[in-house]
């Protein structure tokens, strides 16, 4: 696809809702991973921008990619709590990006934080719990 901004290559993780949520895709930077959608007509609510809750499923995907990718093999996680500050709002065709921090991990619980960017607006802040599901 031609808008999507170099550097960034379809996500591989999939499932029938993120399939429909998205379509998402990730860019390795240095220390964390970017997951990115551009809002499309699916997405838009009554009063024409990004419904929260697509907003709320990027930040979940992003906060728990990074965790689920911090060691090898893969942690399993769940997610036990997800806190979201709405700040603006995305418009159709907005290219958004999701940056997640891990903030503290122990070998059962990940505590994450970030923000959704578009451009450089803030469009949202986050924070999460995971349960790690360590054998």
């Excluded at 007509?41 to 697509?54: F, L, R, S, T, Y």
């Excluded at 997640?100 to 578009?118: E, N």
């Amino acid at each position: 696809m031609s808008d999507i901004p170099e550097g960034f290559e379809r996500a591989r993780f999939s499932n029938p809702f993120l399939d429909m949520a998205g379509p998402y895709y990730v860019r390795n930077d240095d220390d964390r991973i970017v997951v990115a959608t551009r809002i499309h007509d699916g997405q838009i609510n009554h009063i024409k921008v990004a419904h929260g809750g697509v907003l709320t499923t990027l930040a979940d995907v992003a906060l728990s990619l990074q965790v689920h990718e911090a060691e090898r093999p893969r942690l399993p996680v769940a997610t036990m709590s997800l806190n979201s500050n709405f700040l603006a709002g995305a418009n159709l065709g907005d290219w958004v990006e999701a940056f997640a921090t891990i903030d503290r991990m122990s070998k059962r619980t990940a505590y994450c934080s970030g923000r959704i960017l578009c451009g450089d607006k803030v469009l949202m802040t986050m924070s999460a719990v995971f349960a790690i599901l360590r054998k």
